[in-house]
């Protein structure tokens, strides 16, 4: 059998897609062991590393089962929305005429089984219209090659672009689709009202929660922070603010760690969550926040480099006593461990379901509310780290959340035998 997956990537730089792609392998072989798995992630394969380090064990250890990436260089993604979108209709005309022209419109005529996960959530309009239609027309592609479909778990609405919404509804009604994985109640509600079959809906949360984890980076902390604790954060430059706002942004984030550190004596570990070649990104802003913050409190500040495994960084996440961020993923992990959150994030709607599995869709703060009182921020870092039974029922919850995943997901993986 052969599994063609749309937009996952074992190179991911996005440590959240980086932990949905080692998941999915893991449990792929298991149910398919002697299958060809090919994979289309728009993500640039980095020199030295990869975010996903089970991607490599699998190899190793399951030699049967045969995997293949296609990347596309950093250059390729920077192509105006002209090349995309005509790149993306030859693709749907050479899968509509069964013409194997393009490599990755071949490898999708020759396989089984479309798995889509459609470069993170492009039903929610995270990104923008434009990007969102390209990635949306995609999913048209297995469809016009006669393909069977499975939508991985994602987010589905709410809808800004009456546009994506009709595409959306389009795609996820055509016969070719089997299984559609909503990750969150509204998404379940809205398909529920507009899917002609609502059997094709099975409610699974994130696959990230599955996710095992690794200690080998715990060696970059000190033993002073285990001592003290220490809380997790990551934050994205583009999820704060405009980018003419950063020095704002940063100036009030220091402040707001500066003063947690200097109240609780813990210590603030920053995270590579999410970085790009680019540069502006999680990592830029922790070496700005650190370059503001006095020498004496500097010392409490630990920022990693970019080389640690999404299983890495979530064994470092479990030993934290908080994890605040604007990375879904990087609350997804902490919530995974039974760990209390705080999400800053204006689209506040996504966020907030996903913590509402765990009752914790109170922690999550626009931007706005940051800039407006940074002590918010902290009086809410304080209050959930010293609450000793949170953590308890957290985890209790992490349990019930990662058994439903797995009964979902992976009976769906078994019954993908006989489509």
Same mark, same amino acid.
């Given at each position: 059998m052969k599994i063609f997956i749309m937009g996952l990537s074992p190179y991911a730089r996005n440590r959240g897609v980086a932990a949905i792609t080692s998941v999915l392998l893991v449990n792929l072989i298991r149910a398919f062991p002697n299958a060809e798995i090919v994979m289309w992630g728009g993500y640039p394969e980095p020199p030295l590393h990869s975010p996903t380090s089970l991607y490599y064990k699998i190899l190793r250890e399951r030699k049967r089962t045969k995997i293949k990436v296609?990347?596309?260089?950093?250059?390729?993604?920077?192509?105006?929305?002209r090349h995309q979108i005509n790149r993306t209709f030859l693709q749907l005309i050479y899968a509509f005429t069964k013409i194997s022209k393009d490599c990755i419109t071949a490898e999708i005529l020759d396989s089984d089984i479309v798995l889509s996960f459609n470069y993170g959530d492009c039903f929610s309009d995270l990104h923008g219209i434009f990007r969102d239609i390209i990635v949306i027309l995609r999913n048209y592609i297995p469809i016009f090659a006669n393909k069977k479909l499975v939508f991985g778990p994602q987010t589905i609405g709410p809808f800004r672009y009456k546009a994506a919404k009709y595409l959306a509804i389009n795609i996820l009604n055509s016969s070719k689709i089997k299984y559609v994985l909503p990750r969150e109640l509204m998404s379940v509600i809205f398909l529920m009202k507009y899917l002609k079959d609502n059997k094709k809906i099975v409610f699974c949360p994130d696959l990230a929660f599955l996710l095992e984890p690794s200690y080998d980076s715990l060696?970059?902390?000190?033993?002073?922070?285990?001592?003290?604790?220490?809380?997790?954060?990551a934050f994205d430059p583009h999820m704060m603010g405009s980018i003419s706002d950063y020095s704002k942004v940063v100036k009030i984030l220091a402040q707001a760690l500066g003063d947690f550190i200097k109240i609780t004596g813990k210590y603030v570990v920053f995270i590579p969550e999410a970085t790009t070649p680019a540069g502006l990104d999680c990592m830029k802003v922790a070496e700005d926040v650190k370059r503001l913050l006095p020498s /004496? +409190?500097?010392?409490?500040?630990?920022?990693? /480099?970019?080389?640690?495994?999404?299983?890495e960084l979530k064994g470092l996440i479990n030993y934290s006593e908080l994890v605040i961020s604007t990375f879904t993923h990087a609350l997804i992990t902490g919530l995974s461990c039974g760990v209390p959150v705080i999400g800053i994030s204006y689209n506040v709607p996504k966020m907030r379901q996903i913590l509402s599995l765990f009752d914790m869709e109170n922690n999550v703060l626009k931007p706005s509310d940051v800039y407006a009182s940074p002590d918010n921020l902290v009086k809410?870092?304080?209050?959930?780290?010293?609450?000793?039974?949170?953590?308890?029922?957290?985890?209790?919850?992490?349990? /019930?959340?990662?058994?439903? +995943?797995? /009964?979902?997901f992976i009976s769906i993986l078994f019954d993908m035998r006989s489509l």
């Open positions: 296609f990347h596309e260089p950093w250059e390729r993604m920077a192509y105006s929305f060696t970059e902390i000190p033993s002073q922070a285990f001592e003290k604790g220490y809380i997790v954060t /004496k +409190i500097t010392d409490s500040i630990i920022v990693l /480099k970019d080389k640690h495994t999404a299983e809410k870092a304080m209050d959930l780290t010293k609450n000793s039974d949170l953590r308890y029922n957290l985890q209790m919850k992490a349990e /019930k959340v990662k058994h439903i +995943i797995e /009964k979902q």
